[in-house]
């Protein structure tokens, strides 16, 4: 079983910062791609950004130049440090990843439960 944990949302006011991460855990052979999707209310969930496991990132024109994606692959983990946020911003915010469980298994995508980030004006 895999799980994806995510961590960093919060309130704050426009023009700041946070930093959100997502851990995965459990059976993974391998991960590819990470990313973070969000969908505020009334809203469909969107595409935030996304990377590759070799590092290549792919970045919604909302955000870029605001907000950054990375990973850590021996930490299983990806993060998405968001400057200069604004209230279209708020939204919650989930992670997604394509794992592998084991050698021979079709690559599946998880989600995370989703994390809230309100951006007050």
């Known amino acids: 079983q895999v799980q994806l944990v995510e961590s960093g949302g919060g309130l704050v006011q426009a023009g700041g910062s946070l930093r959100l991460s997502c851990a995965a855990s459990?059976?993974?052979?391998?991960?590819?791609?990470m990313g973070w999707y969000r969908q505020a209310p009334g809203k469909q969930r969107e595409l935030v950004a996304t990377?590759?496991?070799?590092?290549?990132?792919n970045v919604a024109d909302s955000v870029k130049g605001r907000f950054t994606i990375s990973r850590d692959n021996a930490k299983k983990t990806v993060y998405l440090q968001m400057n200069s946020l604004k209230p279209e911003d708020t939204a919650v915010y989930y992670c997604?990843?394509?794992?592998?469980?084991?050698?021979?298994?079709?690559?599946?995508?998880?989600w995370g439960q989703g994390t809230q980030v309100t951006v007050s004006s």
């Open positions: 997604a990843a394509t794992i592998k469980s084991g050698w021979s298994s079709k690559p599946y995508q998880y």
């Open positions: 459990g059976s993974i052979f391998s991960i590819n791609d």
């Open positions: 990377i590759t496991s070799g590092g290549g990132t």
